[in-house]
């Protein structure tokens, strides 16, 4: 049974960061891709930035130029490093996994999280 487990959200001042943390269990990792998507009141799931099994990585474009994703095969964790957040990034932030490549779409993702709220105050 695979398990996705995030940590690391929060409140947080505009032009701030936050690092996301995401440890998945079971037979999952190394050949998986990994992505965030966020989902804020009243709206759709959104991609947010993804990392292939080989290490690709593809951004949503809100947030290019201040988040990063990574990955540290040898602890099993998946990071999203938030920086200069806006009060338009405060979401409920949800990692994903799915087999080899990686996807913006969350229909491809058979792996989730539970999810851990991001509030960014203006």
Known sequence: ?????ESGGGLVQAGGSLRLSCAPSGPIFGS?????????PGKERDFVAAIGWSGTTHYADSVKGRFTISRYDAKNTVYLQMNSLKPE?????????????DSSESKDYPYW???TQVTVAS
């Open 1 to 5: 049974q695979v398990q996705l487990v």
């Open 32 to 40: 998986y891709a990994m992505g965030w998507f966020r989902q804020a």
């Open 89 to 101: 990034d405060t979401a409920v932030y949800y990692c994903a996994a799915k087999p080899l490549r």
């Open 113 to 115: 999280g539970q999810g």
